[in-house]
T-cell receptor, first 110, second 113 residues
Framework: KNEVEQSPQNLTAQEGEFITINCSYS?????LHWLQQHPGGGIVSLFM???GKKKHGRLIATINIQEKHSSLHITASHPRDSAVYICAVRTAGGSEKLVFGKGTKLTVNP | EPEVTQTPSHQVTQMGQEVILRCVPISNHLYFYWYRQILGQKVEFLVS????????KSEIFDDQFSVERPDGSNFTLKIRSTKLEDSAMYFCASRGTPWDEQFFGPGTRLTVL
């Protein structure tokens, strides 16, 4: 069983729609990351969070430590948001290691 | 805005050859990482490096791999005798403190023939 599970695997939306991507994990963590990977392959860090909620522009990330679950929301989605969104966790206990989910491929159509 | 850079962007090599992948982390960062992503698969942690030594490594990071910070700016990943299964995208990342997010480089695509 993967330590980090994301859903859905693929998501297609119309421009303007509200998007939610989910991440569940089975290990103790010190932090959770949301990353964006563009078709060219480059990875951009969107959020790092260990509790509560963070907002940056149209992106919102939440985490529930008790339920071991995080969500990434995109409001007013746009075709330029099309990318793979990856959840990664840093395991607890002083580890430097990030454990990655398989990613959610988002396509936003105009 | 400061960024992590990686060279080359694409490396093609013959099986059994040695390759060195280069990264220039953000200048005031202290923690450095290598990850790899085999085509169609998830990103995997290889190694973390701090204070001029490996702080953690995965089971993937066996004796054919090594890392080095040869000067104040570069951070390199050496693969001694490449195998076909080493073909992947290799990402370098860095961060300033343990509480900061990681900044990723654009990746080096390694193709082993």
């Amino acid at each position: 069983k993967n330590e980090v599970e994301q859903s859905p695997q693929n998501l297609t939306a119309q421009e303007g729609e509200f998007i939610t991507i989910n991440c569940s994990y089975s290990v103790g963590i010190s932090a959770l990351h949301w990353l964006q990977q563009h078709p060219g392959g480059g990875i951009v860090s969107l959020f790092m969070l260990s509790s509560g909620k963070k907002k940056h522009g149209r992106l919102i990330a939440t985490i529930n430590i008790q339920e071991k679950h995080s969500s990434l929301h995109i409001t007013a989605s746009h075709p330029r948001d099309s990318a793979v969104y990856i959840c990664a966790v840093r395991t607890a206990g002083g580890s430097e290691k990030l454990v990655f989910g398989k990613g959610t491929k988002l396509t936003v159509n105009p | 805005e400061p960024e992590v850079t990686q060279t080359p962007s694409h490396q093609v090599t013959q099986m059994g050859q040695e390759v060195i992948l280069r990264c220039v982390p953000i200048s005031n960062h202290l923690y450095f990482y290598w990850y790899r992503q085999i085509l169609g698969q998830k990103v995997e942690f290889l190694v973390s490096f701090y204070n001029n030594e490996i702080s953690e490594k995965s089971e993937i990071f066996d004796d054919q791999f090594s890392v080095e910070r040869p000067d104040g700016s570069n951070f390199t990943l050496k693969i001694r005798s490449t195998k076909l299964e080493d073909s992947a995208m290799y990402f370098c990342a860095s961060r300033g403190t343990p509480w900061d997010e990681q900044f990723f480089g654009p990746g080096t695509r390694l193709t082993v023939l």
